[in-house]
């Protein structure tokens, strides 16, 4: 009979948070917009408007491309590290996370650099200078940064599948493409549509690609948004069509969380059993498509290493990180590089420390009842659907007067980067919590403690990896957040990406290749300190 008193005080604290800075400022930035744009009406003509028809159209092409791509590319990969048992698989894994965990910024710029004018590749094959510009980058930029989300979705679900059942198929005369539809398939299938939802959400909602590497006529609705408040000056249709951008989007939100949840419920099925080692000519095709994935991460790494160690213009070795502290950058960045780089690190650490103290109570809960799992998982992916741009438009509109004005923007900079982080440190605490077994809680329950203070002594260090997974992930994401930090802050609080935005966009090339560099070392640390602890990592 306590159960259900229990888990609404364990999920208080994170509804709390979400409905107090996100759901409240945004309701009231919608019902405001909507109110003065003209009342119910001002949704059909938001729609009807050519330029935000173009921005929707945008937002479904590249999002349905770059997740088509993503599944193409990433479910072989997937099959091979989750279904095959072979030397050097866990360091692939790890490497093959890293591009999600870079700034988008640095990706951009990768990519410009591979094929953009005189670039690495485009350079002496000029045809994939196709590649540098427009549509085809940002799907480029699009399937770097989420073709990790897809491998390591279905990678899970091949892991899970249970073994007996594909022996069982095996021995009654099944073939291996019966064994493969019947049983350790389905799971690989259920793995990749998550991911290529996720894919689909993330690239239609994407901000900088299309800001960066085409500009007006590629403009995703969240772009849209952007320009409407900042550069029309038109808060109320920016509003409105954010609420489009919500309805729009909750349907494929909804399906990646059933779909994850699906996922998760695979630890509840029979052991595995080890994975298989690869032979035949059916895992050979599948090691060397995973190799070419390896060689294209370690092409865009390598291209932001080139640039910021023998930048554009023939200048010398070195000479991306002297333009990084010269004179002129400084006047670019009026608090400089290092003042920049103290803000991004304090603020994401903050951030992720806001995250997991939230998400502890709350997974608990989640752990209770996969179906109010999903639900959370909705309510806390809310504010990704509003959009970043609006979630900090909203939060200054609403709450920067009560903090003090500009002042105090640094809070609603946290706020902002702790708030998009939540959904992923709850999923980093929900799966390795999903695998725990009950029996130690429940001894300790039995016993007289309390639901929360049993979860603490009995599940809470058993989840040691999973916390600094969910710190790290959460700490990772605040380091590269550039939507909604760049809309809020103010010339004392600048970070890294919004910085080095300012660089590219004013030209200052090799400045921006250094501090391109600077937030790759950056990263690649966080990401190492992932990596320690060997499943940390298998996110």
Not at 490 to 518: E, N, Q
Request: with cysteine; charged share 10%.
């Amino acid at each position: 009979m306590k159960r259900p008193v229990g888990t609404a005080f364990l999920v208080a604290p994170i509804l709390l948070y979400v409905g107090l800075f996100a759901l409240l400022p945004a309701g009231i930035l919608f019902a405001g917009s909507v109110a003065a744009a003209g009342g119910p009406s001002a949704v059909a003509a938001a729609v009807a408007t050519p330029l935000n028809r173009q921005a929707i159209g945008n937002s479904l092409l590249q999002g349905g491309l770059s997740s088509l791509l993503a599944v193409g590319v990433g479910y072989p990969a997937g099959l091979f590290l989750g279904r095959y048992d072979w030397r050097g698989r866990e360091i692939v894994r790890s490497v093959l996370l890293v591009p999600f965990l870079l700034p988008s910024l640095v990706v951009v710029l990768a990519v410009r650099d591979l094929f953009g004018s005189g670039g690495l590749l485009s350079g002496p094959l000029p045809l994939l200078g196709a590649l540098g510009s427009g549509v085809p980058a940002i799907v480029a930029v699009n399937l770097v940064f989420n073709l990790p989300l897809v491998i390591l979705l279905t990678a899970t679900g091949a892991a899970v599948a249970p073994r007996a059942l594909e022996e069982t198929v095996v021995t009654l005369g099944g073939s291996p493409a019966r064994a493969y539809r019947d049983a350790w398939g389905p799971s690989t299938w259920i793995g990749a549509a998550a991911g290529g939802l996720l894919t689909f959400l993330f690239s239609a909602l994407s901000f900088a690609p299309p800001l960066l590497l085409c500009g007006p006529r590629c403009y995703t609705v969240e772009a849209r948004v952007w320009s409407l408040d900042t550069t029309f000056l038109d808060p109320s249709g920016a509003g409105v069509l954010a609420l489009v951008l919500l309805a729009a989007f909750a349907v494929p939100a909804i399906a990646y969380l059933e779909l994850a949840r699906r996922l998760r419920s695979g630890g509840s099925l029979p052991s595995p059993g080890p994975p298989r080692r690869p032979r035949g000519p059916l895992a050979a095709a599948l090691a060397a498509e995973t190799a070419l994935v390896v060689a294209a991460v370690g092409l865009v790494l390598g291209a932001i290493v080139d640039r910021t160690v023998a930048p554009y213009g023939g200048a010398g070795v070195g000479a991306a990180w002297t333009a990084l502290l010269s004179p002129a950058t400084a006047r670019a960045v009026p608090i400089g590089i290092p003042g920049a780089l103290g803000n991004t690190l304090l603020f994401a650490a903050v951030a992720a420390g806001l995250a997991v103290l939230l998400t502890v109570p709350a997974s608990l809960a989640v752990a209770g009842g996969r179906r109010g799992g999903t639900l959370l998982g909705f309510f806390l992916f809310a504010p990704l659907l509003v959009s970043p741009v609006v979630l900090a438009f909203a939060l200054a509109n609403f709450w920067r007067p009560l903090f003090g004005g500009e002042a105090t923007v640094w809070v609603l900079v946290i706020v902002s980067q702790g708030m998009l982080a939540l959904p992923f440190a709850l999923q980093a605490l929900g799966l390795p919590l999903s695998g725990l077994g009950s029996g130690p809680r429940e001894a300790a329950e039995t016993l007289g403690a309390p639901r929360f203070f049993a979860f603490l002594d009995a599940d809470l260090p058993r989840l040691r990896d999973g916390l600094v997974t969910a710190g790290l992930f959460a700490f990772a994401l605040g380091l590269g957040e550039f939507t909604a930090t760049n809309f809020l802050v103010t010339p004392r609080f600048t970070t890294l990406p919004v910085a080095l935005y300012g660089l590219a966009d004013s030209r200052h090339l090799l400045a921006a290749d250094g501090a391109a560099g600077l937030l790759l070392l950056v990263s690649l640390a966080v990401f190492l300190a992932i990596s320690v602890g060997g499943r940390r990592v298998e996110l």
